[in-house]
T-cell receptor, first 111, second 115 residues
């Protein structure tokens, strides 16, 4: 069974901390994505990557960065966490245009 | 600018009846549409999709209809079951002919099916 694994289900971090969210897929997909889900706003794209070491900004990249050193791993970095980054973070991967496989999500709370 | 819109934040139906979830889009270049279902504390899972060359796709209790002239699609669930209670997201392929597979999602509709 194909899988996208996010390293943490729940995280609580302090304002100003540097936060790393990890995502690993075992499907050899080229494309990987980071979204955040907030009530009433749906899923908003933060960053995506279509190849190793390649990255592109999504709709809301401010305050975030990403790293893709290996094909299977895509990391989201909150440079200095703020309370407005409290959210559900979802990682996904895809092969070309064939739709996404999502991870289970990480519920991040910044206090 | 919201290119994919789900204007109904919530919907409540009785078990056994039909659920109809709606989605509108603005970009005529979208050529592939998908519906995802999401339970609380889980990631979204793929439900059903439709290519722009079709106007209907059916999979068991789920049917998606596409009206390109109106830039509108809908998801029909018949009969609705309590286990269908979840958030449903409409999505469109946002990159046209590219291979990045980027999807643009609507805001989601929370469906509650009452026993």
């Amino acid at each position: 069974d194909v899988k996208v694994t996010q390293s943490s289900r729940y995280l609580v971090k302090r304002t100003g901390e540097k936060v790393f969210l990890e995502c690993v897929q075992d499907m050899d997909h080229e494309n990987m994505f980071w979204y955040r889900q907030d009530p009433g706003l749906g899923l908003r794209l933060i960053y995506f990557s279509y190849d190793v070491k390649m990255k592109e900004k999504g709709d809301i990249p401010e305050g975030y960065s990403v790293s893709r050193e290996k094909k299977e791993r895509f990391s989201l970095i909150l440079e200095s966490a703020s309370t407005n980054q409290t959210s559900m973070y979802l990682c996904a991967s895809s092969f070309r245009n064939y739709g996404y496989t999502f991870g289970s999500g990480t519920r991040l709370t910044v206090v | 600018d919201q290119q994919v819109k789900q204007n109904s934040p919530s919907l409540s139906v009785q078990e056994g009846r039909i659920s109809i979830l709606n989605c509108d889009y603005t970009n005529s270049m979208f050529d592939y549409f998908l519906w995802y279902k999401k339970y609380p504390a889980e990631g979204p899972t793929f439900l059903i999709s439709i290519s722009s060359i079709k106007d209907k796709n059916e999979d068991g209790r789920f049917t998606v209809f596409l009206n390109k002239s109106a830039k509108h699609l809908s998801l029909h669930i018949v009969p609705s079951q309590p286990g269908d209670s979840a958030v449903y997201f409409c999505a469109a392929n946002g990159d046209g002919s590219s291979n990045t597979g980027k999807l643009i999602f609507g805001q989601g509709t929370t469906l509650q099916v009452k026993p």
